[in-house]
DNA sequence: CGGCATCCGCTTAGATACTG
DNA sequence: CAGTATCTAAGCGGATGCCG
């Protein structure tokens, strides 16, 4: 089960639709634009499964054009500090593995 | 380039190497059994490719039978913080999830 | 023990078209 | 705008066999 939300957690593309929420409420095709190379598909089907557990809340504005905001619940806010933790050690340590992979190539 | 370290760090088996090396070096095998379900062919590919990124040194001890040992480099040791925080909250919010999965199958 | 090479099925995700 | 449906290829990963 712990195995299972590690998956969750550590799918492609939840990384980054949980940092795309860290500001408050997106609208999807908003979203998709902040998501670089997601596909329309793929973000409903991770939306889907986020909010199926628990981690973004969706609401439906009935008005045409429909409007629909995605937002991370209270437990999807508990996520986004160790994420960003993740996303901030990307962030100083890109030249270093970039370095790592120049030598390794090397030899 | 931040993208391809995230997708690094979110890949499906990432997270549990770094993990499984939280304690120091750990032989091949030993890692096989540490990590439920990974194969033979999926350890030495995500092995290599952390290596390659420089965050686990492998060492090579040339006896017969030949043994090697692995452990997280100095910059792997560094991302081993973000990654136990994650780990962390998967075991705190088991049952949240769970919770959350009940209900949105019964709706 | 710690791999690498090959084969192969099956999922996954991208592209495309369509809808309320 | 925010999806759903369908098709297809690409590749991920498992199984197996062999090797130093």
Same mark, same amino acid.
Do not use: H
């Given at each position: 089960?712990?195995? +299972?939300? #590690?998956?969750? *957690?550590? $799918?492609?593309?939840? &990384?980054?639709?949980?940092?795309?929420?860290? +500001?408050?409420?997106?609208?999807? =095709?908003?979203?998709?634009?902040?998501?670089? @190379?997601?596909?329309?598909?793929? #973000?409903?089907? =991770? &939306?889907? @499964? &986020?909010?199926? $557990? @628990?981690? /973004?809340?969706?609401?439906?504005?009935?008005?045409?054009?429909?409007?629909? $905001?995605?937002? &991370?619940? +209270?437990?999807? @806010?508990? #996520?986004?500090?160790? /994420?960003?933790?993740? *996303?901030?050690? !990307? =962030?100083?340590?890109? +030249? =270093?593995?970039?370095? !790592?992979? /120049?030598?390794? $190539? !090397?030899?």
């Amino acid at each position: 089960m712990v195995r +299972e939300i #590690l998956d969750l *957690v550590g $799918d492609k593309w939840t &990384l980054y639709i949980i940092a795309a929420l860290k +500001e408050g409420p997106v609208r999807f =095709n908003e979203m998709r634009r902040r998501i670089d @190379g997601i596909s329309q598909r793929m #973000l409903t089907i =991770n &939306l889907r @499964g &986020l909010e199926r $557990d @628990g981690l /973004v809340k969706r609401t439906l504005f009935p008005t045409i054009p429909p409007r629909v $905001d995605y937002e &991370l619940t +209270e437990m999807g @806010g508990t #996520l986004l500090a160790p /994420v960003m933790a993740l *996303v901030t050690w !990307a =962030n100083s340590n890109q +030249e =270093n593995i970039r370095g !790592a992979r /120049v030598r390794y $190539d !090397a030899s």
